[in-house]
């Protein structure tokens, strides 16, 4: 790494066309190869659970709720954390654009694993999705930064359409591969998502030209001694996944080491606390930053826990509240009882309606506009006032009454607000608050805010049926209302710490 700071975010020698909604061209050929990788991800995200707690005479794996929801945390956080290495690769060795493709190859492998009718392919299939993602989902939202130069008033609204890209992919994904999975084959679901990703990647292929060399070219070490450390940061870290990898599928196969995946899980757990810890704490420490950098990264650091905080609640989407909706909510339309699966695609359809709206307002308010933590504050609001509204239908399900969908599509419409508010403006402020040497890695550390946030969430579903819903869904509701008000406490010293940046 090189001690030269740059503080300015560099952008790709892209012209500064406005060939797609006003933004540039380059916009369109992310915003599509998002919306793949996010259809073939919401397609299996969406059968995960039911998958693994369906019985084995309907095709199921016949996991308990608890056993599923470890396995669920520890794959939706993996996910996530994954993109701190893959930001650093992509930083120092491949470049982003390489790593997006890359990483494509691998969710799309990981899928048609999946699509294997056998028990031994699932959780090869899960790791090859996790890596594959961990090389893409940073490294693409970084380029879409890159589009723009650091002071274009578009830019939030460029992330706010590229949001609604992966959102038309996250609505179509339910629908289609929640139907094949749900009403004929769990694999055919998981199947089709694969080729949902291989089609991202070929349209990638061929749109690359409109990117221009945004995200060609990695920062390598401009030394030999720093080089040489580069070099050995990468051995150890395919050193320690080689480790771990045979540790956690090889040893137990062979029955040389007994775990089982709570065990798994709870450990994750303390690793997860101690990376986060770690990274911070080795990013604050470090001597090379300017003080403006350094309080940038503090207010990153805000950011990430705000966050953390926010998908630990929203991603109960995949979870509990898909256990909510295949075992206490009417799903009969029209003599038709319809997979629990589609309603995973209500909040991707309220962003859909909800992204060109926001992305209007950010640009009419221009710098009257409300601060990144403000955002932030409203969005922790609005996702704590969508489990309030689940409490209520926990209450009335009671006694094994079944409610109608209306609660649902209540929480996910409120939930979604606070999506807008918070999501797409997370990637933009990190794009602009980190230092340009380390920007794919930072995406990286917003990525993690997701990772813990989805282990959280994950594991607040293994509770789902061991305790009152209503408690489960006013504990969220509660948590997620007090970080907001802190959150709304703090917006000023949020504001000195980043600067001139909104």
């Known amino acids: 790494m090189s001690d030269a700071p740059v503080s300015t975010p560099i952008a790709g020698r892209v012209p500064p066309s406005t060939g797609f909604f006003g933004h540039p061209r380059g916009l369109a050929t992310l915003f599509f190869t998002e919306m793949w990788e996010r259809f073939s991800y919401y397609g299996m995200r969406a059968l995960l659970i039911l998958f693994m707690t369906a019985d084995t005479l309907h095709g199921g794996l016949g996991f308990d709720v608890a056993r599923a929801g470890a396995v669920y ?33 691998g969710i799309a492998a990981g899928q048609f694993t999946l699509a294997i009718p056998h028990g031994y392919s699932f959780f090869p299939g899960l790791a090859l999705i996790i890596i594959g993602t961990g090389l893409l989902k940073p490294n693409v939202s970084t380029i879409v930064g890159q589009l723009y130069g650091p002071d274009d008033d578009r830019r939030d609204a460029g992330f706010s359409i590229f949001y609604m890209g992966i959102n038309i992919g996250a609505f179509a994904a339910p629908l289609i591969c929640g139907y094949l999975g749900e009403k004929i084959d769990w694999h055919l679901g998981f199947g089709v998502a694969g080729i949902g990703m291989l089609v991202g990647l070929t349209q990638y292929l061929l749109g690359g030209r409109t990117l221009g060399d945004a995200g060609i070219h990695p920062h390598r070490a401009e030394d030999a001694a720093a080089a040489a450390a580069d070099r050995r940061k990468l051995w150890w870290g395919l050193g320690i996944a080689v480790a771990v990898g045979l540790v956690v599928f090889l040893l137990p196969a062979l029955g040389i080491v007994r775990l089982s995946v709570e065990v798994v899980a709870d450990s994750f757990g303390v690793l997860l606390l101690l990376i986060t810890i770690g990274f911070f704490g080795w990013l604050l420490s470090a001597g090379h930053w300017t003080a403006e950098e350094r309080k940038r990264l503090l207010a990153i650091l805000v950011f990430f826990l705000a966050a953390s905080f926010f998908w630990g609640a929203y991603e109960q989407a995949g979870s509990s509240l898909n256990l909510f909706a295949r075992d206490a909510t009417n799903r009969m339309l029209l003599g038709f009882q319809f997979p629990a699966s589609w309603f995973q695609w209500v909040p991707a359809l309220f962003v859909i309606i909800q992204a060109p709206i926001f992305a209007w307002l950010w640009v009419r308010l221009g710098n009257k506009q409300p601060s990144s933590p403000a955002k932030f504050s409203l969005g922790l609001l609005f996702v704590s006032l969508g489990f309030g509204v689940m409490v209520a239908a926990a209450v009335l399900s009671s006694g094994g009454h079944k409610v109608g969908p209306e609660w649902l599509l209540a929480t996910y419409f409120l939930h979604v607000v606070g999506e807008m508010c918070l999501s797409p403006v997370g990637l933009s402020t990190v794009t602009k608050l980190a230092p340009a040497r380390v920007a794919a890695l930072m995406m990286g550390a917003w990525f993690l805010a997701s990772a813990v946030g989805n282990y959280l969430g994950g594991r607040v579903a293994g509770l789902y049926g061991s305790m009152p819903l209503w408690q489960l869904f006013g504990l969220v509701a509660a948590t997620t209302m007090v970080a907001a008000l802190v959150l709304a406490v703090m917006v000023r010293p949020i504001r000195r710490l980043m600067g001139t940046v909104r």
Not at 74 to 91: E, H, I, K, Q, R
Request: glycine content about 18%; aromatic content about 16%.
């Open 73 to 105: 945390a520890l794959y939706t956080s993996l996910v996530y954390l994954m993109g701190l290495p893959g930001g650093w690769l992509a930083d120092r060795v491949m470049g982003q654009r390489r790593a997006v493709f890359w990483g494509g190859v």
